[in-house]
């Protein structure tokens, strides 16, 4: 069984990192380690935080990067 609503976390942590006005670099570093660590304790909403985050190629970059895409990208 996944780790449903681990995209609180995720989300939450994203929120901080834009509302901080972080450069793109930071988000994606923070981020694509944040994601990694949620995947290893089975995560399995990804894609529900990545659509709430498509518009910001940073997060994008950093869901990418641990094989996570929206199936039209």
């Not at 780790?3 to 670099?25: K, M, P, Q």
């Not at 990694?36 to 950093?62: C, F, G, H, K, M």
Request: glycine share 4%; aromatic share 10%; proline share 3%.
């Amino acid at each position: 069984m996944g780790w449903g609503s681990a995209y609180s976390l995720f989300d939450t942590v994203a929120d901080a990192l834009i509302e901080a006005n972080a450069s793109d670099e930071i988000k994606e570093r923070a981020l694509t380690k944040v994601i990694a660590r949620l995947q290893e304790d089975d995560w399995d909403t990804e894609r529900d935080s990545l659509q709430s985050y498509r518009n910001d190629p940073a997060i994008v970059r950093a869901f990418a990067a641990n094989g996570i895409e929206w199936p039209d990208d």
